[in-house]
T-cell receptor, first 114, second 116 residues
Framework: KAGVTQTPRYLIKTRGQQVTLSCSPISGHRSVSWYQQTPGQGLQFLFEYFSETQRNKGNFPGRFSGRQFSNSRSEMNVSTLELGDSALYLC?????????????FGSGTRLTVV | AQSVTQLDSQVPVFEEAPVELRCNYSSSVSVYLFWYVQYPNQGLQLLLKYLSGSTLVKGINGFEAEFNKSQTSFHLRKPSVHISDTAEYFCAVGRTGSGNTGKLIFGQGTTLQVKP
């Protein structure tokens, strides 16, 4: 059974640009969550998608957005990149999104903003 | 608001020694508790989880954790560590209900350094 796949693994972008990250969940999983990991703030929840709808959202500015497709694959977009957006972005998939289901994480996308 | 506190940022230990990584959480409602491990340049791997039932939970790689409701703790233990256990460990809390879907609250992490 394939795990959670995130692409690309590494990205370097310039301030002001935008970036799109991709996450393919485990087959049959309908919920995808996104997290930002930085040395200073740790792991922070960005948002969760279920059945192509954003169902839950963390405390991040509107520059951070996402979407989910009918096959449950999800993309995350960050517009007008800032240096502080440099981070490891992790996605996690689960059956229905509840804590009882548990969450399986991908290997992450390392974004560097220069 | 929920919070998770990992009481040690770094834990150095010699190989084959026992180790305990401490985690306290604050919540006024029932929670689900998780421990994840992160190796360098990798994602998070689930070690174990407490959902309900027995307070002693066994996980992968010889790790176990004990849920203590009165002390709101969920400490992770291993009786004998290996060099390969060197990694960062995260304690996390999840809740049920709308507004909590897909969301875990993580502690700041504990770096376990196993020395030969």
């Amino acid at each position: 059974k394939a795990g959670v796949t995130q692409t690309p693994r590494y990205l370097i972008k310039t301030r002001g640009q935008q970036v799109t990250l991709s996450c393919s969940p485990i087959s049959g999983h309908r919920s995808v969550s996104w997290y930002q990991q930085t040395p200073g703030q740790g792991l922070q929840f960005l948002f969760e998608y279920f059945s192509e709808t954003q169902r839950n959202k963390g405390n991040f500015p509107g520059r951070f957005s996402g979407r989910q497709f009918s096959n449950s694959r999800s993309e995350m977009n960050v517009s007008t990149l800032e240096l502080g957006d440099s981070a490891l972005y992790l996605c996690a998939s689960s059956l229905e999104g509840g804590a009882l289901d548990g969450y399986t994480f991908g290997s992450g996308t390392r974004l560097t903003v220069v | 608001a929920q919070s998770v506190t990992q009481l040690d940022s770094q834990v150095p230990v010699f190989e084959e020694a026992p180790v305990e990584l401490r985690c306290n959480y604050s919540s006024s409602v029932s929670v689900y508790l998780f421990w994840y491990v992160q190796y360098p340049n990798q994602g998070l791997q689930l070690l174990l989880k407490y959902l309900s039932g027995s307070t002693l939970v066994k996980g992968i790689n010889g790790f176990e954790a004990e849920f203590n409701k009165s002390q709101t703790s969920f400490h992770l233990r291993k009786p004998s560590v290996h060099i390969s256990d060197t990694a960062e460990y995260f304690c996390a809390v999840g809740r049920t209900g709308s507004g909590n879907t897909g969301k875990l609250i993580f502690g700041q992490g504990t770096t376990l350094q196993v020395k030969p």
